[in-house]
């Protein structure tokens, strides 16, 4: 029996893992849930799986929670430092970080130190703060396991290998909604047109992250430090049908990827079963229903949130931190539709170059950083 947290459980990726949790009783218990505003959510899952600790970390909804679990033995707690509490409760093995943005770098630091095992959805983190996070982790004796797809992919194809016999990685990208657009075709896209994702149903900020290639940019990042490779080793192909995952190429030349239906019910499955698997009735791939699959450069050029997340890893230091924080504030902006689809390359790039540089930061530096670059990204999208 597994006793898991999941920070972020009212989530796209949160909800899915409770379904597969509820449909493996014997293997799996939630001790803590935590969500942000979705409190009648985040209610019901609780009666449902009757955690010991539930955190809302929207101030407003705490009352709500507290009296609806009155009668019960969860205890609440409101506010985001009590994410820290959820991701280090004893007892806990495994914590699932499906939380979205920078705001789970702390609770995931509480985990880590805490001895818990990670399973990881929460990418920012990693892009982040992914050298700290990645020595912590190791001093601690702490196992990272990737839930983002393409990570857990090539996760899968490393599984009896040894990582210095990697050559390259290659992270498959779907290439969004807007695959062969020009820049005129992207300067007038609206929220809606980039909400609607053409393989993966997920929640709203990965997919405009997906639309501008940011998402496959952060994804580079996290690959960087899960796997411990040079920036040269991390290469991008746009996979329009989203069935190889990844894929690893080894120093003898050899490939493997790993296939399936873009479906995050088998990465996430695979993260909370790791190192066993378990069965699942999720719908099986046909290679009918699929005659083709196609591959092809990624067009760095038009979709330039993808060449500045490679840039920023070649700087290194808080370079990574700035782009995420500096990403986080443009999809908001564009969500409210305050900014056009191409000033969010615009307003990251200039944060880039605007924000001190730190060599080697400290995680109270990549806090600052995260908090400066948000100040400065927001009076640029409101200018
Ligand atoms: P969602 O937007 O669907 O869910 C985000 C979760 O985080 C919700 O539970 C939300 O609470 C909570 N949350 C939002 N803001 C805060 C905050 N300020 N403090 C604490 N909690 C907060 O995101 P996804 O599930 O799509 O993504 C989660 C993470 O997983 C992201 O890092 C994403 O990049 C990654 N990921 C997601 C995939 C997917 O298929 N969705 C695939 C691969 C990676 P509430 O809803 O109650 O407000
Ligand atoms: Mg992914």
Redesign the pocket.
Known sequence: MKNISI????????TQALNVIEANPDLYRILAL??????N??IEQALKFKPLLVVV??DSKYQQVKTALSGTNTKVLAG?AS?CEAASLEGVDLVLT????S??LSPTVAAIQAGKDIAL????TLVVAGDLITALAKAHNVKIIP???EHSAIFQCLVGESNSSIEKIYLTASGGPFRGKDADFLRSVTKAQALKHPN???????TI?SASLM?KG?EVIEAKWLFDLEVDQIDVIVHPQSIVHSLVQFNDGSMKAQMGLPD?NLPIHYALAYPDRIHSDFKRFNFMDYPELNFYKADQKTFRNLELAYTALRRGGNMPCIINAANEVVVEAFLQERIGFLQMSDVIAACMEEIAFVEKPSLNNYLETDRYTRIFAGQLVTN
């Open positions: 920070l972020g459980s009212t989530g796209s990726v949160g935590t969500a942000h505003s979705n409190s959510l985040l970390t929207d985001e994410l499906a939380i979205v943005g705001v789970g959805a929460n990418k920012e839930v983002d797809s993966w149903v997920m929640g709203a900020k990965i992250d998402n952060l995050m």
